[in-house]
């Protein structure tokens, strides 16, 4: 265990409602550490390209991500690299214990995002990083030429499927309803590729090879019938579930588990806050965590005014 150190905000998470938190509790000239576990970005660090973060029109995720940690950095948020494993947020002085130390702070701001849902089906875990991914733009460029499915039908199965046309010989995209749920403008763009093929009311049921992934059973849940695809890799887009089980006894969370916060990010406990993907809101996007991360920040500052 490292020595016990103490702050004024405490942040979990290093996605850009962490990252946007730190930058205004910084500023505000508050002690402000940022705890990671990873690298810093969350979800949009692996984002392909990024068009809808106004102000950012073209680049990449980690891009964005850069210029915000360095914004971050420069006004003052300390960051550090750890797991949290335990958090102790009732009494005044909030404790967070990671694997390579303990932090103390009257006020914790909790952006921890989300992780992909699974498919449960039999053959994922067994193909795990031999053909079943959950990051084509991590993964993409190891399927040049070769076909592959991807399951959803929201903004990232879109998406990334786009993204993945530019190795894939064939994109086959497996929906469970025959209607998309992403942005009109992302869906025109997927209708318009002829290297996308749309397997509509079907789910995936099994995924079967020998050393890699060689064909996924898709079952039609209109007519029961399955059929055989042979793919060399599928990414799995069927959404997130929020990284919230390490407080879910301490802040009040729905029933998905996400974290239920007021309009100015508090949760059910005095000095705790959410932002981000790990809270109950209407629209999960980088611009809506930064603005999350703002306010979250903002009412901390007037929190510990009315403390002192
Ligand atoms: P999402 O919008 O929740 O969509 C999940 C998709 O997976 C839906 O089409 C859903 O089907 C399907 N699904 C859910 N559970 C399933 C299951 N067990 N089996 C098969 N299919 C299942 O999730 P997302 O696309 O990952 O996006 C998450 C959030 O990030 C959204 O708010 C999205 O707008 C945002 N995002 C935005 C961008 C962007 O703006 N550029 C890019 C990526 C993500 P149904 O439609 O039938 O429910």
């Known amino acids: 265990m490292g020595k016990i150190k103490t702050h004024d905000v405490i942040i979990i998470g290093g996605g850009p409602a962490g990252l946007t938190a ?13 705890i990671e576990k990873g690298m810093a970005g969350g979800q949009i660090a692996v984002t392909e390209k990024v068009e809808n973060y106004a102000g950012f029109s073209a680049g990449a995720g980690r891009e964005l991500i850069a210029i915000m940690e360095g914004q971050a950095r420069e006004f003052g948020t300390e960051m550090v690299m750890g797991e949290v494993k335990a958090v102790r947020l009732s009494e005044d002085i909030k404790v967070v214990t990671t694997n390579r130390g303990e ?28 053909g079943v991914s959950f990051c084509a733009t991590c ?21 990334e499927g786009l993204a993945l046309t530019r190795y894939a010989q064939k994109v086959y995209l497996v929906h469970r309803r025959d209607a998309l749920r992403a942005t009109k403008i992302v869906q025109e763009r ?18 079967v090879g020998d050393q890699q992934l060689e064909k996924a059973l898709v079952r039609n849940v209109k007519d029961g019938q399955v059929r055989e695809v042979d793919i060399s890799g599928i990414f799995i887009y069927i959404g997130f579930i929020p990284n919230t089980a390490f407080v879910a006894d301490e802040v009040e969370v729905d029933e998905g588990g996400y974290i239920i916060t007021n309009d100015v990010m508090e949760t059910s406990v005095p000095g705790v806050y ?3 993907d790990c809270r109950r809101k209407l629209l999960r996007q980088a611009v809506t965590a930064a603005g999350d991360g703002a306010t979250a920040a903002f009412a901390a500052e007037k929190y510990l005014e009315g403390r002192a």
């Open 190 to 207: 997927a209708f318009a590729n002829d290297k996308i093929a749309f397997i509509w009311d079907s789910v995936v049921e099994e995924l």
């Open 139 to 159: 993964d993409g460029p190891f399927y040049e030429g070769l076909p592959v499915m991807v399951v959803g039908g929201g903004d990232a199965a879109v998406e």
């Open 274 to 276: 959410a932002a981000g």
């Open 103 to 130: 932090y103390r702070a009257p006020v914790v701001i909790l952006a921890t995002g989300s992780h992909s849902r699974k498919l449960n089906v039999p053959g994922e875990d067994e193909f795990m990083g031999r």
């Open 22 to 34: 730190g930058i205004y509790a910084s500023r505000a000239k508050l002690k402000t550490i940022l």
